[in-house]
């Protein structure tokens, strides 16, 4: 049977049925983008009357500006470190989960309540975990002879955003790791049990070579999860500090325009983080179907 | 090189049982073909005898030694899939050699055996594709390959053929025999398709709801089907079971001298006959329902004009016969299989079995 095509003869209707979503598009993403990217060009003065055009200044000051180095490099470590934990974290629940099969539905269902929990609740969350005079982590952690104090230790409070962040994407992950996992066929594990691979070989072998696709499509969400999305966490529980320590670009952004009132900074750093967006997607685009085939 | 004994072997899952006491003894070299409908625990057996399926109860011997507890690898068996299982990442020469890289063979070993089962299969110009590049029947062979190169000392089959189409079906289950009365390896081979059970055969297990309904040679099972379901099962089309009422009024019944107990009769369909055959016959009066020429022979399906059941014959050449038209089909008595409802077994001479 042929599908039955209906042609409408006005040449303004597609315009029309298109204008909602243009209209959104350009209002919410494309005028704020031009608005910022306009911005990092400028210079504004302390009271807002006046704005100066000024190329690249506001570039040149910022790659010179040792601040803004340092939250690069801690941007890194964060980022690498909360991608690393969430998903080997996340592969280690799913791949015991795939074992036990009659009580998954339960397991899969408890595992991801933390996704549903808002990025500032989980900051708060894990900022009373680990209060240093209320939290029952430090008070855990002295007993081993450590004093945790991450109001004041800058690897401390990096430590307590990494655990809060992956603690928050374990959940997305695992739910995507499990549908991986089931749809590696049965009998493939089987051939390799009777072809002599251990449950460890046979993972690091067959299942996790078959796993990459979706491997791959985590990297890059976890990436981009932890520079972009992690600012409630951040917020919540050290809010950039202590002394920089912990403050990522994104949460950068905030403080030094909402904050510092640094607009034109700002912007300029804004604009850096679309562009790394813009590259991780288009890595993204250009070898998940290519790179990951098998 | 072994033999495999399977000595009362259960298997329940929860309250379910779905193999309920096999025995069976596999001779070395022997290939067994374990065919019956689905869910008759034929599959489930062999998944046993690889290690696959845990056991309920019962023990399994491969070349003498219980290997119930044993992990599928320490079995010393190679299996090839219905959906074949081959690693999609990996090319075939890889699927080929995952399983002695892992056992610590020596590379010349490998490269050795790998050449040798590529000549036999004729798969060498595909060794560095992989398996998503191959067409059904290549795909089958690297399968078959897998197997060969371990040198297992069984081969268990879990209906290998199953996704190919007619035509190649038929061809691989050739290579199949070929390659196995060859390499003389002890082979289960587990079927839903009485043909390829037949032919596949040393010996056959007809299975069903768990138990083995008959075990012999296929002409043994063809020839003196043990049971009601085997008759029906084996053969095709199957035999005509008549129950002892529908043809109690025809003529030449009384000289047919059935066993005590019998109240069912079975007759092949190529063993009825329209022309009255020399000797003694049982004459039945029967109308044409529909005739189905298949090339070489026909087959005319009627109807028993006594008791209106459905009888099938296979008549040679495509005979002239309208539908609707009155025949008289004859059986010659030394043809009927006389069995009992009740118990579902021949009521004459019992056959060696289970």
């Known amino acids: 049977m042929q599908t039955k095509r209906t042609i409408f003869p006005n040449k303004l209707l597609p315009y029309l049925l298109l204008a909602p979503q243009l209209a959104v598009t350009l209002i919410f993403f494309i005028w704020p983008a031009v608005q910022a990217v306009k911005s990092s060009f400028e210079r504004e003065d302390p009271f807002g009357f006046k704005t100066t055009f000024i190329w690249f200044d506001n570039y040149k000051r910022l790659f010179a500006d040792p601040t803004y180095l340092n939250s ?15 998903m080997s974290v996340s592969l280690l629940l799913a791949v015991s989960v795939n074992r036990v099969l ?39 952690l002295r007993g081993l002879g450590i004093n945790w104090n991450h109001r004041i230790d800058g690897s401390h409070a990096m430590l307590l955003v990494i655990i809060a962040a992956s603690w928050k994407q374990i959940s997305y ?3 995507f790791f499990v549908a991986g996992l089931q749809s590696v066929p049965q009998s493939l594990t089987e051939a390799a049990a009777i072809d002599g691979a251990g449950p460890f070989k046979r993972f690091w072998t067959i299942v996790f070579p078959l796993l990459s696709p979706t491997t ?22 050290t809010s950039g500090g202590p002394a920089q320590a912990t403050n990522i670009l994104v949460y950068k952004v905030y403080a030094d325009g909402f904050l510092g009132l640094n607009i034109g900074s700002s912007a300029a750093q804004s604009v850096v983080l679309m562009l790394i967006v813009i590259a991780l997607t288009a890595i993204q685009f250009r070898y998940i179907e290519r790179r990951v085939q098998y | 090189m072994a033999t495999i004994n399977l000595v009362d072997l259960k298997k329940n899952y929860g309250p379910v049982p779905a193999v309920k006491g096999i025995n069976l003894s596999v001779k070395d070299g022997e290939l067994i073909v374990l065919v019956g409908p689905s869910g008759c625990g034929k599959s489930t057996l062999l998944r046993m005898v690889a290690g696959l399926e845990s056991v309920t109860s019962g023990r399994i011997e491969i070349a003498g030694r219980d290997v119930v507890k044993a992990e599928p690898a320490e079995r010393d068996i190679a299996m090839v899939f219905q959906n074949y299982a081959l690693y999609p990442h990996m090319t075939v020469r890889q699927n080929l050699e995952y399983g002695l890289k892992n056992r610590g063979t020596p590379r010349e070993e490998i490269d050795r055996r790998v050449k040798e089962a590529a000549d036999i299969l004729e798969i ?23 197997a060969i190169v371990r040198e297992p000392a069984a081969f268990l089959f879990d209906e290998p053929l199953s996704n190919l189409d007619a035509k190649l ?25 009485q043909l390829e059970a037949m032919t596949l055969a040393d010996r056959l297990v007809v299975m069903n709801g768990g138990l083995v309904e008959q075990l012999g040679t296929p002409t043994e099972v063809y020839d003196r089907p043990a049971t009601l379901f085997v ?36 007759i092949r369909p190529d063993q009825l006959t329209l022309e009255q055959p020399t000797g003694p016959s049982l004459a039945l009066a029967a109308t044409v329902e529909l005739l189905e ?7 005319l399906h009627v109807r028993l004009n006594t008791s209106n059941q459905a009888v099938i014959l296979s008549v040679p050449g495509r005979p002239d016969i309208a539908e609707g038209a009155a025949v008289t089909i004859h059986a010659r008595p030394a043809d009927l299989h006389p069995f009992n409802r009740e118990s579902g077994r021949r009521t004459d001479t019992a056959v060696a079995n289970p």
Do not use: C
Not at chain 1, 120 to 126: K, S
């Open chain 1, 72 to 86: 690069v490099g801690k941007t890194a470590v964060f980022a690498v470190s909360v991608t690393l934990l969430a």
């Open chain 1, 216 to 237: 791959f499509f985590l990297l890059i969400v976890n990436i981009n999860y932890a520079m972009f999305d992690t600012f409630g966490i951040i917020d919540a529980t």
């Open chain 1, 102 to 140: 009659r009580t998954n539905r339960v397991y899969t269902t408890l595992l991801v309540w933390p996704y549903a929990v808002a990025p500032v609740v989980v900051g708060i969350l894990w900022w009373f975990m680990f209060n240093p005079s209320i939290g029952i982590a430090p008070y855990l």
């Open chain 2, 231 to 266: 008759a029906g099962f084996i053969g095709s089309p199957p035999m005509n079971l008549l129950s002892l009422e529908s043809i109690a009024g025809a003529s030449g019944f009384d000289g047919l001298n059935l066993p005590a107990g019998t109240d069912v009769v079975g």
């Open chain 1, 173 to 175: 992950n695992f739910l």
């Open chain 2, 169 to 193: 079906r038929v061809q691989m289950r050739v290579e199949i025999r070929k390659l196995q009365r060859r390499l003389k390896t002890t082979s289960l081979y587990v079927t839903h398709d």
């Open chain 2, 293 to 299: 020429p298949i090339g070489g022979e026909s087959h």
């Open chain 2, 124 to 146: 060498g110009p595909m060794l560095d594709r992989k398996p998503r590049q191959l067409s059904g029947g290549q795909r089958q062979r690297v399968a078959m390959g897998r």
